[in-house]
């Protein structure tokens, strides 16, 4: 026995950038992330692509998985 309890299992729910460091920290503890919520990706800018909210990037670097509601 380590005398460490065991982490929790988070289900994260952000999408903005305001909301990057709280899913960092909590991809850096030893808190198990086992899949984020976000909305869906956007059109921006002069060509209106398709760009990934900003919480989705991150998730998708740590291989976590990913779920985007049709709103």
């Known amino acids: 026995m380590s005398g ?3 982490g929790l299992r988070v289900l994260f729910l952000g999408t ?3 909301a990057v ?3 960092e920290a909590l991809l ?5 992330v086992v899949g984020v919520v976000t909305q869906p990706d956007r059109p921006r800018g002069r060509g209106q692509r398709l760009q990934p909210p900003p919480v989705k990037v991150v998730a998708d670097r740590a291989a976590v998985p990913c779920w985007q509601p049709n709103g």
Do not use: K
């Open 21 to 23: 460091p709280v899913l």
């Open 16 to 18: 903005p950038e305001f």
């Open 4 to 6: 460490d309890p065991p």
């Open 28 to 32: 850096a503890s030893r808190h198990g």
